[in-house]
């Protein structure tokens, strides 16, 4: 406790420029004589305090002091922030690096640069897909149970009763990673699909937990299948946002043809078929064969 003192006692006056004994013994809840005493230790450390005299006088250290005597170089410190600021950009899960950047910032001698923003949200996100995310950190780091509902890819609903362990964002979608009590094995749990989430008293113990390595259908991976797509230009808008530039060919007409491999399943039917009439599949014929189906039974809902 008394080294945090010192510790925020430095950072206050780097902060604040000034301030009386009176100030700091009240910040800190201790006697006027302690915060004295720890004034002559950081004297003695090295730290230039001085104290103005008078009215509107103080406790003060010099301007230009900084804590670059410390075993970290001026590349390190610039380094530390950028990636504080960075983590501090997921504004959408935790404020509370604020706090540490500002302290560090004034420490180091920095004025903070917002290099970067990430935004994991999109243009219609709600707020109960935070308040999902803010049980759920909860639960990860107390190492609590949750309780949930959860609505597969065939659509049907089921309580899950899981041991959370990370949050992962994706493919554009966050996902829970968790051993699933029901299923008696680690699950992927896309959090659109969690419902009626409720955080338990109990406590699991991770050491407890099966050896992930051994769960099979938590490593693996899904089919592949590689495919080669028709798009016409007017969606090339898509395309270059959706595919890597390598997989790529603009023919001479501005349509743009996309060889890529995949992960098979239905959602790459229903993916195909929201470019409509501006993609066609080229290979390979299964493709082709399960998109024409998926076509046919569309016209026969209208029939």
Not at 40 to 61: E, F, M, N
Not at 64 to 92: H, P, R
Not at 165 to 182: E, G, N, V
Request: charged content about 20%; aromatic content about 10%.
């Amino acid at each position: 406790m008394h080294i945090n003192r010192l510790f925020g006692i430095v950072h206050l006056l780097l902060n604040k420029k000034q301030l009386t004994s009176l100030q700091l013994a009240a910040h800190f809840e201790v006697s006027k004589r302690t915060i004295l005493r720890d004034l002559d230790i950081l004297s003695g450390a090295g730290v230039p305090i001085y104290t103005r005299k008078g009215k509107g006088g103080g406790i003060a250290i010099l301007d230009s002091y900084t804590l670059n005597k410390m075993a970290i170089s001026d590349k390190e410190q610039s380094s530390i922030l950028s990636s504080l600021q960075g983590f501090n950009s997921l504004n959408n899960l935790d404020h509370q690096p604020d706090h540490l950047l500002s302290k560090l910032s004034h420490l180091f001698g920095k004025k903070q640069t917002n290099w970067i923003e990430i935004d994991f949200s999109n243009w219609a996100d709600y707020d109960h897909r935070q308040v999902k995310v803010d049980i759920l950190k909860n639960a990860i780091i107390n190492h609590q149970i949750v309780e949930f509902k959860y609505v597969n890819n065939r659509g049907e609903q089921a309580k899950r009763k899981a041991c959370p362990l990370k949050l992962l964002f994706k493919s554009q979608d966050w996902y829970l990673h968790a051993y699933c009590q029901i299923k008696l094995a680690y699950r992927f749990f896309k959090l659109k699909r969690i419902d009626q989430l409720v955080l338990l008293d109990q406590i699991f113990d991770t050491n407890l937990l099966p050896d992930l390595t051994i769960d099979n259908k938590a490593d693996k991976s899904p089919p592949m299948i590689d495919m080669t797509i028709h798009f016409c230009a007017q969606i090339a808008y898509r395309v270059y946002d959706e595919f890597p530039l390598k997989n790529i060919v603009t023919q001479q007409d501005g349509s743009l043809i996309v060889s890529i491999a995949t992960p098979d399943g239905d959602w790459l039917l229903q993916y195909l078929l929201s470019y409509g009439g501006n993609a066609k599949v080229i290979a390979p014929q299964s493709l082709k064969d399960a998109l024409k189906q998926q076509v046919m039974m569309i016209v026969d809902l209208y029939h």
